[in-house]
């Protein structure tokens, strides 16, 4: 790993933290993710603003993530989320689909669909993990996938509880272009969208993706990162009516899949 003068800390960055840990990885930990928060680009005073930091324990530690790869040092001395972060995260989606396969495929078991676990990835959505089902149909999902959350159930599903601007700010940075004749493609319907997921605990992507599949979605509750499930199938099987006995099948397997996420474990 390499070394910088940044490891010379102050004797605070040093100081064990609760239940054991090192504070100055708690700290370097935070910091990763409030520049993730603030959509992979900062500058030390917002870091120090957000986070409560004097501003040289942050430079300290900005410039050891940079001399190991994590984060960049742009031209305007602002920081962002460097490449090492990408061999990382895909590594733990990977995993984290593998943990999913053993629900997902319950879901198959129960509803007889084909059942997706998919990740908020910065502004995109990305399929992680499936299992198809055992009807021959061919669709549009498949891991590694990388789509628009605004014209899909998990997409609903893991937007639904995000403040209304920062949604409207999502929006307007990936544009909300149709993929199907049923595609939302303003933020007030979308953001419409969102409050009938909220009300009705799961979202729905009728032919909005691709015409002739719909999907319903749950998003998995107290996720480490942000995760849905969902079943996909064709229309004319995944109507309206079988809604009020797949939901609920979707919800127990979200809350399951929860547990055994916090417990870094598979099922």
Not at 41 to 49: T, Y
Not at 89 to 105: D, H, I, N
Not at 142 to 148: F, I, K, M, P, T
Request: with cysteine; hydrophobic share 40%.
């Amino acid at each position: 790993m390499p070394t910088s003068s940044a490891s010379t800390t102050d004797a605070s960055s040093k100081t064990p933290a609760a239940g054991g840990g090192v504070q100055s990885l708690e700290r370097a930990f935070d910091l990763l993710e409030r520049m993730a928060d603030a959509g992979g680009e900062v500058g030390l005073s917002e870091l120090s603003a957000a986070s409560g930091l004097p501003l040289p324990t942050i430079h300290r530690l900005m410039r050891t993530l940079v001399a190991c790869g994590y984060v960049r040092q742009q031209p305007n001395r602002r920081y962002s989320l460097g490449p090492r972060l990408i061999r990382l995260g895909e590594s733990a989606s990977r995993l984290l689909g593998t943990w999913a396969r053993p629900y997902l495929a319950r879901l198959v078991e129960e509803t007889g669909e084909t059942a997706n676990m998919a990740l908020l990835d910065g502004d995109e959505i990305v399929y992680v993990a499936q299992v198809p089902s055992k009807h021959s149909m061919r669709m549009f999902t498949e891991v590694g996938r990388r789509v628009l959350p605004h014209s899909t159930g998990v997409g609903k599903a893991l937007l639904a509880h995000t403040p209304a601007d920062e949604v409207r700010a999502l929006l307007a940075r990936t544009g909300m272009p149709a993929a199907t004749e049923k595609t939302i493609t303003t933020p007030e319907g979308f953001l419409d969208a969102l409050e009938q997921v909220r009300k009705s605990g799961y979202a729905v992507d009728d032919n909005e993706q691709e015409i002739g599949v719909r999907c319903l979605a749950v998003s998995v509750p107290n996720s480490p990162t942000a995760a849905a499930i969902s079943i996909s199938g064709p229309a004319g099987r995944v109507t309206e009516a079988v809604a009020e006995s797949f939901v609920p099948i979707l919800q127990g397997v979200a809350a399951e899949l929860s547990v055994a996420l916090a417990n870094q474990s598979p099922a």
